[in-house]
């Protein structure tokens, strides 16, 4: 297993990760060292769609936001490694525990993404991720996550682990 460290712009990420926008929510991949862990870069801008209701006068980004810029960025930790298809493949949560926020993120803030692989045991994969802003946390969770195939009509294949 190599320890070499690679990082990816966004058009390697649209190989690799099925989210488009308004939901693709990593913008850069930093450092990535297969199997072990990743630091990507998501730039919070006002434009966001979710920032005209969340919240008017003093625009947040939601905290479920923040959870899934962390999903996905441990996905592309996770196909660092794994071949697969993203057309053809979905990765899902299966839990989300010890999940903390400890600071707002608001348009113009830099989120740090990090995650660190933890296990994979019979197609369920377990990281520790954390996202920050100005060397600060934001927000942590223990992420619980899977690969399930897609059958023609975008129906999950139940049978694949």
């Given at each position: 297993m190599s320890?070499?460290?690679?990082?990816?712009?966004?058009?390697k990420i649209l190989t690799l990760l099925p989210h488009r926008y308004p939901i693709l929510l990593v913008d850069r991949v930093l450092d990535l060292e297969p199997h072990r862990s990743i630091k990507?870069?998501?730039n919070v801008s006002f434009n966001?769609?979710?920032?005209?209701?969340?919240?008017?006068?003093r625009p947040v980004m939601p905290?479920?936001?923040?959870?899934?810029?962390?999903a996905q960025t441990a996905a592309l930790l996770a196909f660092s490694e794994e071949p697969h298809d993203p057309v053809s493949t979905l990765y899902l949560f299966v839990g989300i525990d010890n999940a903390?926020?400890?600071r707002v993120v608001e348009p113009g803030d830099q989120l740090i993404l990090k995650a660190t692989f933890e296990r994979h045991?019979?197609?369920?994969?377990?990281?520790?991720?954390r996202a920050e802003v100005d060397g600060m946390?934001?927000?942590?969770?223990?992420?619980?996550?899977t690969v399930r195939?897609?059958?023609?009509?975008?129906?999950?294949?139940?049978?694949?682990r």
């Open positions: 320890t070499e460290k690679i990082s990816l712009d966004i058009h990507a870069l998501k966001e769609p979710y920032f005209m209701g969340h919240f008017p006068n905290g479920v936001l923040i959870l899934e810029a962390l903390r926020f400890k045991m019979r197609g369920i994969w377990k990281f520790r991720a946390v934001a927000a942590e969770a223990d992420l619980i996550c195939r897609t059958v023609g009509n975008g129906q999950q294949d139940a049978g694949l």
